[in-house]
T-cell receptor, first 115, second 111 residues
Framework: GAGVSQSPSNKVTEKGKDVELRCDPI?????LYWYRQSLGQGLEFLIY????????KSGLPSDRFSAERTGGSVSTLTIQRTQQEDSAVYLC?????????????FGSGTRLTVV | SQELEQSPQSLIVQEGKNLTINCTSS?????LYWYKQKYGEGLIFLMM?????EEKSHEKITAKLDEKKQQSSLHITASQPSHAGIYLC???????????FGTGTSLTVIP
């Protein structure tokens, strides 16, 4: 597709359940980022994939969070045993390789609500 | 789809010069966020504007949201090489569950 696609757009889950969020980046974009946006707060970096390199997981808030990127394209963010504080909009972005000054393209996010 | 227009796409300025980056939406915004990304690093939250006419400053960076809450400008005074990076605006529309970003402005400051 022309843009970054995220699914589902909305997810309501019960506390303690696992959830999977999906991101389809723009074809050919080697860099993929996951961010979390809580209401009224800044964007929180979660994880960064660049090509075949080991991902930068430094932003993952706990071991309940994990992410994969298969075949250098689609990425899945998994949250196990969800808690209410996990409620947020989860955003995925992709960009061309390297510090060339090109901007990001963000998906429109998955709004996760844990009840 | 991208709902925010950001301009200019790139900017090269001499150190010490002032500059302005604009972010325009076709929809009234609930909240407007400004971020900065240094090359190869994660996004850094700069500030959030929510009220029409609101203005906030952080060090030499000032952001304003217009009265109609459809346009924001980011102004840097006396730019320094440390200001270099990509500036992104992001916004929440009044309704719906989505969060939109502009395509970014790449800023280069020449010493």
């Amino acid at each position: 597709g022309a843009g970054v696609s995220q699914s589902p757009s909305n997810k309501v889950t019960e506390k303690g359940k696992d959830v999977e969020l999906r991101c389809d980046p723009i074809s050919g974009h080697t860099a993929l980022y996951w961010y979390r946006q809580s209401l009224g707060q800044g964007l929180e970096f979660l994880i960064y994939f660049q090509g075949n390199s080991a991902p930068d997981k430094s932003g993952l808030p706990s071991d309940r969070f994990s992410a994969e990127r298969t075949g250098g394209s689609v990425s899945t963010l998994t949250i196990q045993r969800t808690q209410q504080e996990d409620s947020a909009v989860y955003l995925c972005a992709s960009s061309l390789l390297g510090p060339t000054g090109y901007g990001y393209t963000f998906g429109s996010g998955t709004r996760l609500t844990v009840v | 789809s991208q709902e925010l227009e950001q301009s200019p796409q790139s900017l090269i300025v001499q150190e010490g010069k002032n500059l302005t980056i604009n972010c325009t939406s076709s929809k009234t915004l609930y909240g407007l966020y400004w971020y900065k990304q240094k090359y190869g690093e994660g996004l850094i939250f700069l500030m959030m504007l929510q009220k029409g006419g609101e203005e906030k400053s952080h060090e030499k960076i000032t952001a304003k949201l217009d009265e109609k809450k459809q346009q924001s400008s980011l102004h840097i005074t006396a730019s320094q090489p440390s200001h270099a990076g990509i500036y992104l605006c992001g916004a929440e529309p009044n309704t719906g569950n989505q969060f939109y970003f502009g395509t970014g402005t790449s800023l280069t400051v020449i010493p």
